[in-house]
């Protein structure tokens, strides 16, 4: 794929630089340039959708502080026992360790500094669009359906929610500036056979032992798996470390062979996620990694927290 036509995705908005999810972090992934930003999608307990990486809020806001009573027998704290209006009284912060302060990037802003909150879907889509309109660029929107199975169990139909506000905000066609995502192939299958969904679909890839869903990923990495789901998806989002593993030497990276399989099936390849402060092994600097990825490997879009550098990484590239 030419460089030029690479989509820089926003991970979770510019998740570099600000805390995930915020829409400060998505205002300045438009700003940096991406060309779509990511929503992942979990249900409150009236059935709103907000976006927020986990169905958990403890790692990334104040929620043990405010509502200290409010976890399950876990010790976890789930989005789906909070209404909305309790969910606005939290602040959200760079995310941390599980059961402590220490952040899980140290570099990026500060944890625990500033006034950021959780916001709908409907209020992220909105300041895309009227950045859109005030910029004249169009930038895309990546949203996510998290565990509908799980949210199934809770009494919620968290896929039908997120084609309803989808609908309602101009997203219904194929040409439709928006992929959709999930990690449940049931899922996918259901958008697109059941519910008649004409938008572009991505099945996630994850490991089995990750538990994201039922689906055997491990069938869906095979020549045969990706034919079939090409039946269903556009494309396939899978994580660095199936693309890639290192050679003989230990020293450089090689190919899996996964990125051939999926476009011979007709699917696009769009891996997750490239961090400048985690590094893939194998790789020396961030500029590197990505050119690596689009250059030998082909891929047709990647999932960054830094948008800006992986877009300098491609234009400064010459081939």
């Not at 820089?8 to 972090?25: D, F, M, N, V």
């Not at 140290?106 to 500033?114: A, S």
């Not at 500029?287 to 990484?313: I, N, S």
Request: contains cysteine; negative net charge.
């Amino acid at each position: 794929m030419d460089n030029k036509n690479t989509l820089i995705i926003a991970h979770r908005g510019a998740s570099g630089y600000l805390p995930e999810h915020t829409l400060e972090a998505k205002a300045y992934a438009h700003a940096l340039g991406s060309h779509y930003i990511e929503q992942d999608l979990v249900a409150t307990r009236d059935d709103e959708l907000v976006v927020l990486h986990d169905i958990y809020l403890d790692q990334v806001t104040n929620v043990a502080k405010v509502f200290p009573n409010r976890h399950r027998d876990d010790g976890r704290y789930y989005v789906r026992d909070f209404t909305l209006k309790e969910i606005k009284r939290l602040s959200v912060w760079e995310r941390r360790k599980p059961g402590g302060t220490e952040a899980v990037f140290p570099r990026r802003f500060p944890t625990g500094v500033g006034k950021f909150q959780i916001a709908t879907l409907e209020e992220e889509i909105k300041l895309i669009q009227g950045l859109n309109a005030a910029s004249g660029r169009v930038v895309g929107i990546y949203p996510e359906i998290k565990r509908p199975a799980w949210h199934r169990s809770e009494g919620f139909d968290i896929t039908l929610l997120t084609l309803d506000v989808l609908s309602g905000l101009g997203y219904t066609q194929r040409d439709d500036p928006i992929y959709l995502q999930c990690f449940d192939l049931a899922e996918n299958k259901r958008i697109r056979k059941e519910l008649g969904s004409q938008l572009k679909l991505v099945q996630l890839i994850a490991e089995n032992t990750w538990a994201e869903s039922d689906t055997d990923y491990e069938r869906l990495k095979t020549e045969s798996g990706l034919q079939a789901i090409a039946q269903i998806v556009d494309g396939v989002g899978p994580w660095l470390g199936q693309l890639t593993k290192l050679d003989g030497h230990g020293s450089g990276r090689t190919s899996t062979g996964f990125v051939r399989s999926a476009h011979d099936a007709g699917l696009l390849v769009h891996p997750y996620t490239f961090r400048a402060d985690q590094l893939a092994p194998g790789f020396e600097t961030f500029e590197q990694m990505v050119r690596w990825f689009v250059r030998h490997l082909h891929v047709d879009g990647l999932f960054t927290d830094f948008p800006d550098k992986a877009l300098r990484a491609l234009q400064n590239d010459v081939v």
